[in-house]
């Protein structure tokens, strides 16, 4: 080497983009993290009641729900915020760690206080799972070509939502497996897949040193985020039973509205240090994208709430029964998440694809609000494609156009948002959509009984005495006479066992107000389609996160007044880092660091576009 050479001031290191075949490998481990979150949000549902009663705890059941729900909301704004700063495969790895610790003690657990306990622990790791997946894609991949991979996390969650209920009914319903409880197995699944994916994880991803970024931990957002989000998830949980107008419920809107406003106070005080800064509203792009995950989450996780009730009620299927009916769900999921991804990919425009997304969710919850006791199987298979289609379509270009508008310093914190504010709305939208279903269910049945009562075949059936040999149908016609009240709702597995004919009103009264929630969800996704029209849509990056940020350290580290005659000397190769064991190479850092320029940041850098 000459001496020169070896004297001189080393090219800033600059980021190759992995490989397609690199890429898929890290993925195999992102995505089994990843997995891991997704599946448990449905797994857990179809085998709560047979938990509960084993461990003689089912009025408590929706604390054990609650629990991982807060823990998983609170902490993913802090993982994308704490990942700018401090790296984020550390944080992966943490939030790995924490969820398989939480998943093994769950599966030991000897009470529902326990367990509910257990699953908050699971929670603190899930916050981090799906949030830093797709922020460590963006990463690796500049927005053009981070598309069309996108759509494999999409899959991911997609066959996590059709998996859930069916592994959960096949654990929940086994008395014994390797002399085990059978529903432990709903935890206990989590351990090996998630010490693969730690395994993996730490063997194939390995990224640059960055310029280590100094910033304050922002601990007053952190505690008014918590007193802020903590009352209002546990409401919107419990209000139902407590009542939305009842003290508890009250004192829990006043603590989470005095809990918003210190947020708000804490993010204004902290400004570029804040968990979420309040400067990436003013990014019209993030704004935007912001209302449009909350009204998503809303009628996406709020309608879909009650498709798996209709299944199972009206039409009287298994959990397994239903997830499996809702395959097709998930392939309009993963055809959409493909289109977008690989048109996006080729042509850099993205925004036409929630804007037909949206449109085609409104579609689908309109067809779904057609729903009566008799629909065939293959409208219901119609229906769940166009909706699941606009979903695959929507949700992955959401997060690439908040992510490509936003400063790369703040990919992580932009994207972790997305997701908190998509999770919100979805919290929400439950809370409010099975609200409203069973405040009105009562009714609705006892329309459908009214007017039934005359037909030969309801007669019939108060009149027949092997029927009213059954102390389940006798409840019921007595109260039809007039001599009682109808059964609790609280536990609808008594309409399976009642004769059809009296079952009949129940079930036409449960499908008319599922329809009404999805037609108020149909009406909520058209604020929706509105949102993404607005949309601003911006020419996509060509580099990655991690050129972005390399650039900025090199500009951060050049000199101060460098003579302009002299041309700084370009490095077209050299070894820089290896991702997935293959060594990368420096490429042009001009073009990095004109697109790190471009985007927008806090007020004092760079102006908001």
Same mark, same amino acid.
Request: glycine fraction near 12%; charged fraction near 15%; hydrophobic fraction near 50%.
């Given at each position: 080497?000459?001496?020169?050479?070896?004297?001189?001031?080393?090219?800033?290191?600059?980021?190759?983009? *992995?490989?397609?075949?690199?890429?898929? %490998?890290?993925?195999?481990?992102?995505?089994?993290?990843?997995?891991? #979150?997704?599946?448990?949000?449905?797994?857990?549902?179809?085998?709560?009641?047979?938990?509960?009663?084993?461990?003689?705890?089912?009025?408590?059941?929706?604390?054990?729900?609650?629990?991982?729900?807060?823990?998983?909301?609170?902490?993913?704004?802090?993982?994308?915020? =704490?990942?700018?700063?401090?790296?984020?495969?550390?944080?992966?790895?943490?939030?790995?760690?924490?969820?398989?610790?939480?998943?093994?003690?769950?599966?030991?657990?000897?009470?529902?206080?326990?367990?509910?306990?257990?699953?908050?622990?699971?929670?603190?790791?899930?916050?981090?799972?799906? #949030?830093?997946?797709? %922020?460590? =894609?963006?990463?690796?991949?500049?927005?053009?070509?981070?598309?069309?991979?996108?759509?494999?996390?999409?899959?991911?969650?997609?066959?996590?939502?059709?998996?859930?209920?069916?592994?959960?009914?096949?654990?929940?319903?086994?008395?014994?497996?390797?002399?085990?409880?059978?529903?432990?197995?709903v935890f206990l699944v989590n351990v090996p897949i998630g010490i693969l994916a730690f395994v993996v994880i730490q063997r194939v991803l390995h990224l640059p040193p960055l310029r280590r970024v100094e910033h304050r931990i922002d601990w007053p957002g952190a505690l008014a985020l918590v007193m802020a989000l903590v009352p209002l998830l546990i409401v919107a949980e419990q209000g139902r039973e407590w009542g939305w107008s009842s003290g508890r419920s009250v004192a829990a809107y006043a603590t989470g509205a005095v809990g918003l406003l210190l947020f708000w106070l804490a993010e204004r005080r902290a400004e570029q240090d804040a968990i979420l800064p309040l400067y990436?509203?003013?990014?019209? $792009?993030?704004?935007?994208?912001?209302?449009?995950?909350? /009204?998503?989450?809303?009628?996406?996780?709020?309608?879909?709430?009650?498709?798996?009730?209709?299944?199972?009620?009206?039409?009287?299927?298994?959990? %397994?029964?239903?997830?499996?009916?809702?395959?097709?769900?998930?392939?309009?999921?993963?055809?959409?998440?493909?289109?977008?991804?690989?048109?996006?990919?080729?042509?850099?425009?993205?925004?036409?694809?929630?804007?037909?997304?949206?449109?085609?969710?409104?579609?689908?919850?309109?067809?779904?609000?057609? =729903?009566?006791?008799?629909?065939?199987?293959?409208?219901?298979?119609?229906?769940?494609? /166009?909706?699941?289609?606009?979903?695959?379509? $929507?949700?992955? *270009?959401?997060?690439?156009?908040?992510?490509? #508008?936003?400063?790369?310093?703040?990919?992580? /914190?932009?994207?972790?948002?997305?997701?908190?504010?998509?999770?919100?709305?979805?919290?929400?939208?439950?809370?409010?959509?099975?609200?409203?279903?069973?405040?009105?269910?009562?009714?609705?049945?006892?329309?459908?009984?009214?007017?039934?009562?005359? %037909?030969?075949?309801?007669?019939?059936?108060?009149?027949?005495?092997?029927?009213?040999?059954?102390?389940?149908?006798?409840?019921?016609?007595?109260?039809?006479?007039?001599?009682?009240?109808?059964?609790?709702?609280?536990?609808?597995?008594?309409?399976?066992?009642?004769?059809?004919?009296?079952?009949?009103?129940?079930?036409?009264?449960?499908?008319?107000?599922?329809? =009404?929630?999805?037609?108020?969800?149909?009406?909520?996704?058209?604020?929706?389609? /509105?949102?993404?029209?607005?949309?601003?849509?911006?020419?996509?990056?060509?580099?990655?996160?991690?050129?972005?940020?390399?650039?900025?350290?090199?500009?951060?580290?050049?000199?101060?007044?460098?003579?302009?005659?002299?041309?700084?000397?370009?490095?077209?190769?050299?070894?820089?880092?290896?991702?997935?064991?293959?060594?990368?190479?420096?490429?042009?850092?001009?073009?990095?660091?004109?697109?790190?320029? #471009?985007?927008?940041?806090? *007020?004092?850098?760079?102006?908001?576009?």
């Amino acid at each position: 080497m000459p001496a020169d050479a070896a004297t001189a001031t080393p090219a800033p290191p600059v980021f190759h983009p *992995p490989t397609h075949r690199e890429i898929r %490998t890290i993925l195999g481990g992102l995505m089994l993290g990843m997995f891991l #979150a997704a599946l448990d949000q449905t797994i857990v549902a179809t085998s709560i009641r047979t938990i509960g009663d084993d461990l003689h705890g089912l009025s408590l059941q929706a604390w054990v729900t609650t629990a991982y729900l807060l823990t998983a909301t609170i902490s993913t704004p802090l993982y994308g915020k =704490l990942s700018d700063i401090y790296g984020r495969k550390p944080f992966y790895l943490l939030a790995i760690a924490l969820f398989v610790t939480g998943s093994l003690l769950s599966g030991t657990a000897g009470s529902m206080y326990e367990l509910a306990l257990f699953r908050g622990l699971q929670g603190l790791g899930a916050g981090g799972l799906m #949030a830093l997946a797709i %922020t460590i =894609l963006g990463d690796l991949v500049a927005p053009r070509e981070r598309a069309r991979y996108q759509g494999y996390f999409l899959a991911v969650f997609g066959t996590s939502s059709v998996l859930g209920p069916v592994i959960g009914g096949f654990f929940a319903g086994a008395d014994e497996i390797l002399g085990i409880t059978g529903w432990r197995w709903v935890f206990l699944v989590n351990v090996p897949i998630g010490i693969l994916a730690f395994v993996v994880i730490q063997r194939v991803l390995h990224l640059p040193p960055l310029r280590r970024v100094e910033h304050r931990i922002d601990w007053p957002g952190a505690l008014a985020l918590v007193m802020a989000l903590v009352p209002l998830l546990i409401v919107a949980e419990q209000g139902r039973e407590w009542g939305w107008s009842s003290g508890r419920s009250v004192a829990a809107y006043a603590t989470g509205a005095v809990g918003l406003l210190l947020f708000w106070l804490a993010e204004r005080r902290a400004e570029q240090d804040a968990i979420l800064p309040l400067y990436l509203f003013r990014n019209r $792009t993030f704004g935007v994208g912001a209302a449009a995950n909350v /009204v998503i989450g809303l009628g996406m996780f709020g309608g879909l709430a009650t498709l798996p009730l209709y299944l199972q009620i009206v039409r009287g299927q298994t959990p %397994t029964e239903a997830g499996l009916t809702l395959i097709p769900f998930t392939v309009g999921i993963m055809s959409g998440s493909v289109i977008a991804g690989q048109t996006t990919a080729r042509t850099g425009r993205y925004k036409v694809f929630p804007v037909i997304g949206t449109m085609l969710m409104v579609v689908g919850a309109l067809l779904f609000s057609r =729903l009566a006791v008799e629909t065939p199987f293959w409208q219901i298979f119609a229906s769940s494609v /166009v909706f699941g289609l606009g979903l695959g379509l $929507t949700m992955q *270009p959401l997060v690439l156009a908040v992510q490509n #508008a936003v400063a790369i310093r703040d990919m992580g /914190v932009a994207t972790s948002s997305s997701l908190f504010f998509r999770q919100m709305g979805g919290t929400l939208g439950t809370a409010v959509f099975l609200s409203i279903l069973f405040s009105t269910v009562g009714g609705n049945i006892r329309d459908a009984f009214a007017r039934l009562l005359p %037909t030969p075949d309801l007669q019939a059936a108060l009149t027949d005495r092997a029927v009213l040999a059954d102390p389940a149908n006798a409840a019921v016609a007595e109260a039809i006479r007039g001599g009682g009240s109808l059964p609790s709702l609280d536990d609808s597995s008594f309409i399976g066992a009642l004769d059809p004919r009296l079952a009949q009103p129940f079930l036409e009264g449960f499908a008319q107000s599922v329809d =009404l929630v999805l037609l108020i969800a149909a009406c909520i996704m058209v604020v929706g389609v /509105v949102l993404t029209i607005l949309l601003p849509e911006l020419p996509l990056r060509t580099v990655s996160g991690i050129e972005g940020r390399l650039a900025e350290g090199a500009d951060a580290d050049a000199p101060p007044a460098a003579d302009p005659a002299v041309e700084t000397p370009r490095t077209a190769g050299g070894p820089v880092t290896a991702i997935g064991g293959v060594t990368a190479t420096v490429a042009d850092a001009d073009a990095a660091r004109r697109e790190a320029a #471009a985007a927008p940041g806090p *007020p004092a850098d760079l102006p908001d576009r």
